[in-house]
Nanobody, 111 residues
Framework: QVQLVESGGGLVQAGGSLRLSCAAS????????MGWFRQAPGKQREFVAT???????NYRYSVKGRFTISRDNAKRTVYLQMNSLKPEDTAVYYC?????WGQGTQVTVSS
């Protein structure tokens, strides 16, 4: 049974930083491509960043240079370091691998 458990969300002022974590179980983590998505109220879920098994990364254009996705295979955890946060980054952030999703963690950025 695959489990993805996110943590690290919260309320932060614009310009601040947060680091999200996603602990995975039930998968061969070292070969799994992992991703972060987000969903703001009234909007569709959207891609934020992905990292593959060789740690190659891809980012949504609007977060490039501000967000960094990384992974620690020993800890079976993927991270999303978010800097220079903007109010438009406010959303529920979800961890993903394949068809599996975590429960989400709320990120709120105040102006």
């Amino acid at each position: 049974q695959v489990q993805l458990v996110e943590s690290g969300g919260g309320l932060v002022q614009a310009g601040g930083s947060l680091r999200l974590s996603c602990a995975a179980s039930g998968i061969v983590f070292s070969i799994a491509a992992m991703g972060w998505f987000r969903q703001a109220p009234g909007k569709q879920r959207e891609f934020v960043a992905t990292i593959d098994s060789s740690s190659s990364t891809n980012y949504r254009y609007s977060v490039k240079g501000r967000f960094t996705i990384s992974r620690d295979n020993a800890k079976r955890t993927v991270y999303l370091q978010m800097n220079s946060l903007k109010p438009e980054d406010t959303a529920v952030y979800y961890c993903n691998t394949g068809r599996e999703w975590g429960q989400g963690t709320q990120v709120t950025v105040s102006s």
